[in-house]
């Protein structure tokens, strides 16, 4: 119950980051109104808030996801995530993950990327959650997962990455090293798993969109969502949710 409330009362921040980080490499960040141009975010992001409508509060363009879609996926996920963890010290840990991963998968859908603002920032902090955890409850020996997972994802991303460069991006490679680094905690095998999970749900959805014509043979989807996905149902399912 708590972990929902979190969910739902961080979404007008994480909507402020899809707003502004949804811009192709290179460009500044979004603050304006693409309708109006009146500004919409400005300053620090706990100055600024975006409502649930997705819409510009004066001239109502589409600014971003859908009504309630960003709300009621994060205090869905981190609701989850709480209530299969339970009241442990590597909540915190997971709880930012959830967070975190909510607008990557909405950055990576709108425009095929995954900041390195919100990817390698969240590698120490997440990291340092982490250990903390670890050392808490008395089991140093999580961190070797941690780190084994980490350096398996994300290098075993990064080879992937020079094999298919039109395929898969840097960005990929660097939120499976995160998502690594977390699922490290209960072993590699949860690793490995999620990784795969990732591509399957890639390939049916893919192959689905294909089939109803939405997509030509040579798109890209974006991998992002289905790292995401594959990895929270991983945790979900090892912690027996
Ligand atoms: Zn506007």
Request: aromatic letters at 6%.
């Given at each position: 119950m708590?972990?929902?409330a979190g ?8 909507r ?14 979004r603050t ?8 919409l975010?400005s ?12 819409r ?7 600014i ?5 879609v ?43 990327r995954?900041?390195?603002r919100l ?34 994802a994300g290098?075993g991303y990064?080879?992937?990455?020079l094999?298919r460069?039109d395929?898969?991006g840097?960005g990929?490679?660097?939120l499976?090293g ?8 209960w ?20 192959l ?20 995401v ?13």
């Amino acid at each position: 119950m708590i972990g929902t409330a979190g969910g739902a009362l961080a979404a007008p921040w994480l909507r402020v980051l899809v707003f502004r980080l949804s811009v192709r490499s290179g460009e500044p960040d979004r603050t304006r109104c693409p309708g109006c141009a009146t500004v919409l975010v400005s300053g620090r992001l706990w100055r600024s808030l975006l409502s649930p409508s997705g819409r510009c509060p004066r001239c109502r363009s589409r600014i971003g996801p859908s009504a309630g879609v960003v709300e009621c996926i994060a205090a869905a996920l981190t609701g989850a995530v709480a209530g299969a963890i339970g009241p442990r010290p590597e909540l915190l840990a997971f709880a930012f993950l959830a967070l975190l991963a909510v607008p990557l998968a909405f950055i990576d859908v709108a425009v095929h990327r995954l900041p390195d603002r919100l990817t390698l920032r969240a590698y120490p902090i997440l990291a340092g959650l982490l250990a903390v955890a670890a050392l808490v409850s008395g089991e140093p020996h999580r961190l070797l997962g941690v780190l084994a997972g980490g350096a398996v994802a994300g290098l075993g991303y990064l080879a992937l990455v020079l094999i298919r460069p039109d395929q898969l991006g840097l960005g990929d490679a660097k939120l499976a090293g995160l998502l690594g680094l977390a699922l490290g905690w209960w072993g590699l095998s949860a690793v490995v798993l999620a990784c795969a999970l990732a591509f399957v749900l890639s390939g049916i959805l893919g192959l689905a969109l294909l089939l109803t014509r939405r997509v030509k043979l040579d798109s890209a989807l974006p991998l992002g969502p289905f790292l995401v996905a594959g990895a929270f149902a991983v945790l979900l399912g090892t912690t027996g949710w």
